[in-house]
């Protein structure tokens, strides 16, 4: 289903934004701190005129360390407070990694459950930029192996506000993995991502500061009965248009979209693998040890006996991602590959 002509217009990076705005007017403890998110207005215009809002106590320039303004969101976040860290890349927080990964998720374990780190860390995540192998890395494999975090993926404008505002809420760690690709997207008439969403849940509500999505809450984005299509993130879209190039052959897909990768919400999936008996998992990491592996296990183990073929991944390619544009774009997990992986998986190859 299209979204229809009463939806709002919003882009991406707009509802992330609101979600920001919304939050930090509730709740005085809630600082954004990132390289160039203060004066610049964010690298990205995610963050413009909020510097002028909330001022420079609560939108805060760091310097170009991620090591330092990480351990120090982590240790405002044990004191007390509710940081909001943008990373500028993903690939840029590995530096981190003892803060974020080692450090964060295990602190209301340790402690005993006397305190523990409501921590948001947020940024682009992915290839499909043309920016190189060391800045397109897709890191939801190896941070939802971690206990203790909340990780989420949105694909829309509507799912980047209601996911982000509950993170900012939740008292784990948050991970929330957006994209460079999709910052722009949004609003009616846009050809390459509007088309197909379920009920029109394209963008969030105007005007609803209580608007939050659960975490941990799988959402259909198109409904079908021949196959289901499981993903998150920008291949949402990958496999949105494929099941309109696979509808002109017949095969009517559902497609998943799991929004967060830790919770996962095995319930939706297994549902909807046990209508169509066949599966095709899509994520944007690597194939060894990929999130996709890890759910078309849950798949297995969950509706074994519905399954009428194997489960198909559809990961990028198991390469550094190449900086020519054409190749990057062939690398990704785009839908001419899942198109491929459908036919197969239902006989139809």
């Known amino acids: 289903m299209v979204a229809t002509m009463t939806d709002r217009t919003i882009q991406y ?12 007017r509730n709740d005085e403890r809630i600082f954004l701190m990132g390289e160039e998110v203060a004066e610049y207005n964010g690298a990205y215009k995610v963050s413009q005129g909020m510097l002028e809002e909330f001022g420079p106590r609560r939108i805060v320039d760091s310097p170009i360390s991620e ?65 190189g192998s060391t800045h397109s890395w897709c890191v939801e494999s190896l941070f939802s192996h971690v206990p203790g975090v909340k990780l989420a993926v949105p694909s829309t404008p509507r799912d980047a506000k209601g996911l982000l505002k509950a993170g900012i809420r939740d008292i784990d760690p948050f991970f929330n993995l957006e994209s460079e690709r999709m910052l722009g997207m949004g609003g009616r008439g846009d050809k390459d991502y509007s088309r197909y969403l379920h009920g029109g849940k394209w ?49 009517d897909v559902e497609v998943v979209d799991v929004r967060t990768y830790r919770p996962l919400d095995i319930e939706t999936i297994a549902k909807s693998v046990r209508k169509t008996s066949y599966a095709v998992v899509v994520d944007q990491s690597w194939p060894f040890a990929s999130v996709a592996s890890e759910v078309a296990t849950q798949i297995y183990e969950q509706c074994f ?41 239902t006989y139809n190859a």
């Open 305 to 345: 006996d519905d399954l009428d073929n194997q489960v198909i991944r559809v990961n990028n390619d198991d390469i550094p991602a190449p900086y020519n544009r054409d190749r990057e774009q062939d690398m990704l997990p785009n839908a001419r590959k899942i198109v491929e992986a459908v036919r197969a998986v």
């Open 13 to 24: 990076r707009d509802a992330l934004r609101e979600a920001m705005e919304e939050e930090m």
């Open 67 to 131: 090591t330092g303004f990480a351990g120090l969101g982590v240790g405002a976040a044990m004191y007390g407070l509710r940081p909001i860290i943008e990373f500028m890349s993903w690939s840029f927080c590995l530096v981190a990694a003892d803060q974020i990964l080692n450090n964060a998720p295990k602190m209301l374990y340790m402690s005993g459950g006397q305190f523990g780190c409501p921590a948001v860390f947020r940024g682009n995540n992915g290839a499909g930029g043309q920016l």
């Open 203 to 251: 963008a969030p509500p105007e005007n609803d500061p209580d608007f939050v999505i659960p975490l941990g809450q799988a959402d259909i984005k198109k409904e079908g009965a021949d196959c289901t299509i499981v993903t998150a993130g920008r291949p949402v879209h990958f496999a949105l248009e494929a099941a309109e190039a696979l509808e002109q052959e017949g095969i």
